[in-house]
Structure formats: structure tokens, C-alpha cells
């Protein structure tokens, strides 16, 4: 039997099969694709991402492959109504990366491979009955967990009996443009005529309008004067916007992750990135529950906050779509104000992927310190050690094993005045303060309560 099937075969699933193989998890990911999708739909990789891959060895390879996006600049009725600028954000990648997205699946494949774990395609599954994956050909498929990484008509979430809740609209369209292009962030362009949204690709252009896409180039021409002329539409499509998610995540032994969970508008890419963010969080806690380290409610806790996290997600690109397309005069004006009195830091952080309500990324004394923030590039000062507490990293102030804190850390330590830290496996921090509560905090994580 399998420790792992995941239903899937897109970054997402990529991801997570690579991740729990380096692990030794035992991992099959069944894909009904032939071969990979040539389509770059999706075009950006947040920066929170990024740094999330690292483990799997290809983040530096993306980093020199793409071409950053380090914000966003609204335009209203051709005047600059505000800026977001990420690369004034304290991490180590603080931008979003134009990467089409076969390449990005080509390299999360390559790392699962080389991690161990087996990549199956042109395999259709038609049922899940845990603990069986039944196939369209050949026999069942046995494994200790069944993940659904197949999209939105997930046949592992109609197993469930769950469905996607929320609403979807119409009305946009893209096109990948060949382009001589300077732009370094995207631009949002708003008239009362329409909406048009330019986005810097490594190789051009990706533009967004309210129009059919053999009207796009004619839209841009009138909404944005300044706008190159294409040399070549490489690529164009209508979609629908989506808010749309799973009220359930898991049951029992299957769950679910990305688009089988959740759907979201273009605006920001948060779609595809907010996935992978669910198999990085999922990818620690099953390793843990695999190799017994963990309670089984450890996986609750992976359905309880990535379900919240994307929920926020779906409910901040949905409204930046309906505010961006927004006509009246006074509805106009009123996104105008909001947007200029959006906190910069809130709004790139957003940008890039990193949760801004934890926060994810503050600059307390000079890094990210406070519990649900990710720990980043964490130097240990004198008199501090560092070890491994049941798969957990605790970092404490002490001489001996009992991690008594006898004095606090020197003023503009990372990590303020606590005495303990404990390091989630994915780098987030678990807790911080007194040594004494060290243990709890152990038992909380673990036992999937914090």
C-alpha cells in the first residue's frame, strides 16, 4: 500500500508529491494528461512561494529563469491614483516572478522525480473509495492517504460529497502579446469605458480586458494610449471569475488541495499560488503523521487554516475584480479613495503572497518573530542553542538540554525578548516566549491544536 496517492498532476500535486518524498514518504501521483499542458495560464510565482520551493532544490533555477514583478500601479482616468511597491518588504524575495507556468511544472516534476516520487500519466481516475483509487484501466490503486489536486471538477472532492461553493461571473478575457516591454509591475488601467490590466511576462506582455479576446488589442489601443503595439498574440482565451471554495477539506484519509479546494479570480494570481501554499502546509503535517510524530489531528488543522487562508484569498481577489470594474462615476470615485488608503505594506505584502494577517512579515527588530510568521534567515546569538524536539526546531537561551532562560537576547536579536522559539518543519514560527512553554507548544502543534 501506498502512503500517499495524489490525484493530480499540475504544480500543485507536483509540489506536494515532491515535498513528502523528500520525507521517504512512498508517493504516486496520477495525472490523466498525456503530457503536460503547454498553456501558460497561470504566469506569476509569488515570492512566499518561492521561498516555500527551497527544499525542493529549484528555487534558484526558477529565480534566474523568470523575470520580477515587484508591484502594482493603479490608474484611474489616466492619473496615478496609487503605487505598491514590494521590494521595500524584508524578505528574501520580495517580488513576484513571470514564469510561464509549463516551465514551473517542469521543474516541480524533475524535483519530485529525483526526490523519489513516481509520476504517472495518462492515468484517469473515475472513484475514490479509501482506502482504493479506482482507475479508468488497470487495477485499483491502494494508499494511507488520497489527495485531490484535480482541479475544479475534482472527481476526489465529488467523492467527498462536497461541493464548491460561491459564486462565478463572465465578462474577461486575456492574450499573451510578443512586445518590446520595459513594464517592471502591473499596471491597472480603470475608465468609465472598461477596464485593462498589463502585466509584465518574461517574454512580453499578459493583457487583461472587458472584451472578446479579437477585441483586446483594438481595447488597449483606447484605454491605454501608451501600451506598445504587439508584434505577435501569442496566446488568448476568455475566462470566468470565480469565489468559489470547499466547505470541507478532508475526510478521513482524503483531502483535498488547490484548485479542488478553491477558485479565485485572476486579479493578483493568487489561484495557482494559493495552492501550492496548501501543499507546502499539507506536505509537513502528513510527513509528521506518516511517521508517527504527530497526531492524526494534525491533517484537521491542515483543513481548518488553509480553508480560512483561502477563503481570505478568493474573498480579496473577488473584491478587488468588482471594485476594478466599477463604472458609475460615484462607485468610481469611491475605489479611488479606498485604494489610496490602503496600507502600502498590507497591499505588498498581499502582492506576494505572504499572509498579512499572522503578519507574516513584520519588522519587529529587525526580522519576522511573532508566532504564524515565517522565520527568515534566523542567526542564533550567544548563548543560544538550537535542536530538534520530536521533528520540531527549538531554538532556546540556555546552557544546558533544560533550556533555562537565564537572561533575555541582545537588544535587536531577530527574535526580541523570548527565551524559546519553536520552528515549524515549513520555517513558519510555532511560538515564542518563556522556555517553560516550550513543551506546550510542542504538544499544541503536534497535536494539530495551534
Known amino acids: 500500500m501506498l502512503d500517499v496517492a495524489i490525484v493530480g498532476g499540475g504544480p500543485v500535486g507536483l509540489a506536494l508529491a515532491g515535498l513528502l518524498a523528500q520525507q ?12 503536460p499542458d503547454p498553456r501558460p495560464r497561470a504566469s506569476h510565482v509569488h515570492g512566499a512561494v518561492l521561498e516555500g520551493l527551497r527544499p525542493l532544490g529549484c528555487t534558484e533555477a526558477l529565480l534566474s529563469r523568470g523575470r520580477p514583478s515587484d508591484g502594482a500601479r493603479l490608474v484611474q482616468d489616466g492619473r496615478l491614483i496609487t503605487e505598491v511597491r514590494t521590494r521595500d518588504l524584508p524578505v528574501r524575495i520580495p517580488y513576484s516572478l513571470a514564469l510561464p507556468q509549463p516551465e514551473l511544472e517542469e521543474a516541480l516534476e524533475a524535483a519530485a522525480t529525483a526526490a523519489g516520487a513516481r509520476v504517472r500519466r495518462g492515468v484517469r481516475v473515475v472513484g475514490v473509495s479509501p482506502p482504493s483509487v479506482t482507475l479508468e484501466a488497470g487495477p485499483p490503486l491502494d494508499a494511507r492517504f488520497i ?56 517574454d512580453g506582455e499578459r493583457w487583461v480586458a472587458e472584451c472578446p479576446p479579437e477585441a483586446l ?53 493568487h489561484g495557482m499560488n494559493t495552492g501550492l501554499l496548501d501543499a ?91 508566532a504564524g510568521s515565517r522565520a527568515l534567515d534566523v542567526r542564533l546569538g ?23 532562560a537565564r537572561r533575555p537576547l541582545p537588544d535587536g536579536h531577530p527574535f526580541g525578548d523570548a527565551r524559546s522559539v519553536l520552528l515549524r518543519p515549513d520555517g513558519f514560527v510555532a511560538y515564542r516566549g518563556p522556555a517553560a512553554g516550550a513543551a506546550d507548544a510542542v504538544d499544541r502543534v503536534l497535536g494539530g491544536l495551534a
Open 147 to 202: 489527495v485531490g489536486c484535480d482541479g475544479a471538477e475534482s472527481v476526489v472532492r465529488e467523492a467527498m460529497g462536497t461541493r464548491l461553493r460561491g459564486i462565478t461571473r463572465d465578462g474577461l478575457s486575456l492574450a499573451d502579446v510578443r512586445v518590446a516591454s520595459t513594464l517592471s509591475a502591473a499596471e491597472l488601467h480603470t475608465q468609465a469605458s472598461g477596464l485593462a490590466i498589463r502585466l509584465p511576462l518574461r
Open 382 to 404: 550567544a548563548g543560544w542553542m538550537l535542536d530538534e524536539v520530536r521533528g520540531l526546531t527549538l531554538l532556546g537561551d540556555g546552557d544546558g538540554p533544560a533550556w533555562l
Open 280 to 370: 507546502m502546509d499539507l506536505a509537513w503535517k502528513l510527513s509528521m503523521v506518516l511517521q508517527g510524530r504527530a497526531d492524526d489531528h494534525l491533517l484537521d488543522s491542515y483543513a481548518r487554516t488553509r480553508r480560512r487562508a483561502a477563503r481570505w484569498s478568493v474573498a480579496g481577489a473577488w473584491a478587488a475584480t468588482v471594485g476594478l470594474r466599477m463604472r458609475p462615476a460615484p462607485l468610481r470615485w469611491l475605489r479611488g479613495a479606498v485604494a489610496s488608503r490602503v496600507p502600502q505594506g498590507w497591499a505588498a505584502a498581499w502582492a506576494i503572497g505572504w499572509d498579512v494577517r499572522a503578519p507574516a512579515i513584520e519588522r519587529a527588530r529587525g526580522g519576522a518573530s511573532r
Open 24 to 35: 521517504g514518504a512512498e508517493v504516486q501521483v496520477l495525472e490523466a494528461r498525456a503530457a
Open 217 to 269: 488589442t483594438a481595447t488597449f489601443a483606447r484605454l491605454v494610449p501608451d501600451a506598445p503595439t504587439p508584434d505577435e498574440v501569442l496566446w488568448a482565451s476568455p475566462f470566468r471569475v470565480h469565489a468559489r471554495w470547499a466547505p470541507v477539506w478532508r475526510r478521513g484519509p482524503v483531502l483535498l488541495a488547490g484548485d479542488a479546494a478553491h477558485l479565485h479570480s485572476p486579479v493578483g494570481g
